[in-house]
């Protein structure tokens, strides 16, 4: 049965030079509040691992938490690269190895059905067969022939991360978990990982998952720690619960594009804790970005 | 009459909307894609439907969205996944018929790059990496690439992101890469699409006004020109209502 603890506690059980799946996508449902956290927690050389993380990546590869990064995609949607990752990237702080969406998401699902390599008709003639920045280039891909068919078959290797973190509608307290919109490779990612951990914007009684249980996407009987983190999200979406604050993604991109304007909005926006930042973003706003019922937006 | 006035990027979308049949299914990303597909929806092709990659199937959003999973989705879609039934399912397992690509650079057949310029392992600029790009790029029955006609990125390519038909004739199908790979280019300037055999970009219609001249300025590698290039057909006066009027209201990308 998952245990509830706190997004404190949640953020105290990674070690350092962990890899790690955090979840979120594209504007959707990325664990903000967590990487925050890490963030005020001062975690370090963590190995990041994603399809097509958003905001929360721009945001640890700020704070120089994560070192190393196996991803498909770094960039936040409608502004272009993430600010932060590029300048780490260029300025060598931060290693990449390039997969694509779904490769990564096959990868992780390797992980989580405890098979070694998946196959793959992606990737096949292009740069991202032909070239590795981190590993050899046989650690990354191996284009072999169907032993049954003789075509040529793109393999990748499995992944399961130590830890995965996502962030959900809900939860109940015995760890089952509900999401209410795309999937993107979120439960793939907290499958795959050795340690699991959901944050929720709210924790519900059992009673209310048990009642429709084809909408649980992960069982409780996998998840190891449950933490209620209201408004974790933000500034990306929770569908039925908020919607992005383009706004704000918009200010920290334009931010970011200095160190020394990535120094300020750190300061501002995410060392202090979540109750303050919420209370200086304003009752206002947060209410200009409530789901309305009838569109979940 | 007087001909309707239009911009470069209304042009654009109507001109890839066009190129979309009746009951294709797109795969779409956000910006001039979701236009094209959607303003296509609303004139020749409404048994079209569009998926996109972060789950989000047969949508039929009231507003635009900003990114590929963005809640807008939800509304009204036939169906919500995850990437391994979007990417994996439908594009890998063959319902995708025309996927839309962009890039920072793209080559004579029609190759992308969007991961990195210069220098692969010491970039000048890190770019967004491929997401769902090379995916699409390799695994769409066809995909049609959607760009500005601006000479830095019609360049060869520093790093090849999406595959287009790598080093032309035959090398695609030899890669063992799915589908038929890049069939249009459309970009402010022109209309290209690639020669049969060969796979180069070849120029099959000038915008009204543009010259080859003004297509070879802006471009580092010279596509095929054949002698006669038709202009391409101006934005009737119901494409465009519909693009501003149905499609994006707010001016959120034509804006």
């Known amino acids: 049965m998952a245990q509830q603890i706190t997004l404190q506690e949640a953020v105290k059980l990674v070690p350092n030079m962990s890899t790690i799946f955090i979840g979120g996508f594209a504007h959707v449902r990325a664990c903000m509040a967590f990487s925050r956290e890490m963030i005020r927690q001062k975690k370090h050389d963590m190995y990041f691992v994603s399809s097509g993380p958003t905001v929360h990546v721009d945001l640890l590869a700020a704070g120089k938490v994560i070192s190393k990064m196996e991803v498909a995609y770094s960039g936040i949607e409608t502004i272009g690269p993430a600010p932060n990752v590029r300048r780490r990237i260029e300025e060598g702080d931060l290693e990449v190895e390039d997969y694509t969406n779904l490769t990564m998401t096959m990868r992780l699902y390797g992980g989580a059905i405890g098979v070694p390599f998946m196959p793959t008709k992606s990737m096949l003639g292009s740069d991202l067969e032909k070239k590795s920045l981190m590993k050899r280039l046989e650690e990354k891909m191996a284009v072999v022939e169907c032993p049954f068919t003789g075509e040529a078959v793109g393999l990748v290797p499995s992944i399961n991360p130590d830890v995965g973190v996502i962030q959900v509608q809900r939860v109940d307290t015995d760890g089952n978990v509900q999401i209410d919109d795309a999937l993107a490779s979120d439960v793939d990612g907290l499958k795959a990982s050795d340690m699991k951990i959901v944050l929720a914007e709210e924790i519900v009684s059992t009673d209310v998952i048990r009642k429709d249980p084809k909408k649980t996407v992960v069982p409780g009987l996998m998840v190891d720690f449950i933490v209620e983190v209201p408004h974790g999200a933000w500034p990306t979406a929770m569908y039925n619960f908020y919607d992005y604050d383009q706004d704000h993604i918009e200010m920290y991109a334009e931010m970011c594009r ?40 | 009459m007087a001909k309707p006035k239009f911009t470069n990027q209304e042009l654009m979308a109507i001109c890839g909307a066009r190129l979309v049949p009746d009951g294709a299914v797109v795969l779409a990303g956000t910006g001039l894609p979701v236009l094209a597909c959607m303003l296509a929806q609303k004139l020749h092709a409404p048994h079209a439907k569009i998926v996109y990659e972060g789950g989000n199937i047969d949508t039929h959003n009231k507003e635009l969205p900003l990114s590929v999973s963005d809640p807008r989705l939800m509304y009204k879609a ?37 991961t990195a310029i210069g220098n692969y392992k ?36 520093d790093y090849i992101t999406s595959p287009g ?34 796979k180069r970009a070849r120029v ?29 057909k101006a934005p009737t006066a119901k494409e465009l209502r519909i693009l501003r009027k149905e499609v994006d209201p707010k001016g959120e990308y034509l804006g």
């Open chain 2, 78 to 114: 036939s169906a919500v996944a995850d990437l391994r039934q979007s990417l994996g399912e439908l594009l890998q397992g063959g319902y995708i018929d025309i996927g839309f690509l962009g890039g920072a650079q793209i080559d004579r057949y029609g190759n992308l790059n969007s």
């Open chain 2, 165 to 198: 038909h790598l080093k032309g004739g035959d090398s695609r199908l030899k890669a063992g890469l799915r589908g038929e790979g890049p069939q249009f280019i459309i970009t402010d300037l022109c209309v290209m699409d690639f020669h049969p055999r060969s």
């Open chain 2, 204 to 232: 099959v219609s000038l915008h009204p006004g543009v010259t080859k001249k003004d297509v070879l300025k802006n471009m580092n590698w010279r596509p095929i020109m054949p002698r006669k290039i038709p202009e391409t």
């Open chain 2, 122 to 157: 010491k970039p000048k600029v890190r770019l967004v990496g491929s997401g769902g790009a090379n995916d699409i790029a390799s695994l769409a029955m066809n995909t049609f690439i959607i760009t500005k006609h601006e000479k830095r990125k019609f360049h060869k390519c």
């Open chain 1, 258 to 297: 200095t160190e020394e304007g990535w120094e300020k909005y750190k300061k501002e926006w995410v060392l202090p804790s979540e109750k303050e930042i919420l209370k200086k973003l304003g009752e206002k706003r947060l209410k200009q970005l409530k789901a309305r019922k009838t569109l979940g937006y």
